[in-house]
Nanobody, 123 residues
Framework: QVQLVESGGGLVQAGGSLRLSCAAS????????MVWFRQAPGKEREFVAA????????SYADSVKGRFTISRDNAQNTMYLDMNSLKPEDTAVYYC????????????????WGQGTQVTVSS
């Protein structure tokens, strides 16, 4: 049974930092792309960052470039999202996902999803 479990969300003041984790289990993710999406109330799910599980190639949404860093620890089967200089507009539920999409920003193309973790940034 494939599981992706996010953790690390919480409440932080603007300018602060958080580290999200996504623990993966149930299969090998070699060849998969691992991503973070986020969804704010009333908005569509939005691509945040992606990383190849084996190669470590990363991609970021323009809105988080330079502030967020995606990484993975293959030995621990865990992906991370380090978020710095947080802004109120970063407030959302953050989801990790895995798949082999033709487009990395297309949520519907991912096969596996976590349950999400809430990030709230106060002004």
């Amino acid at each position: 049974q494939v599981q992706l479990v996010e953790s690390g969300g919480g409440l932080v003041q603007a300018g602060g930092s958080l580290r999200l984790s996504c623990a993966a289990s149930g299969r090998t993710f070699s060849g998969y792309r691992m991503v973070w999406f986020r969804q704010a109330p009333g908005k569509e799910r939005e691509f945040v960052a992606a990383i190849t599980w084996s190669g470590g190639i990363t991609s970021y949404a323009d809105s988080v470039k330079g502030r967020f860093t995606i990484s993975r620890d293959n030995a621990q089967n865990t992906m991370y999202l380090d978020m710095n200089s947080l802004k109120p507009e970063d407030t959302a539920v953050y989801y990790c996902a895995a798949g082999k999409p033709l487009r990395i920003d297309a949520a519907l193309l991912y096969d596996y999803w976590g349950q999400g973790t809430q990030v709230t940034v106060s002004s």
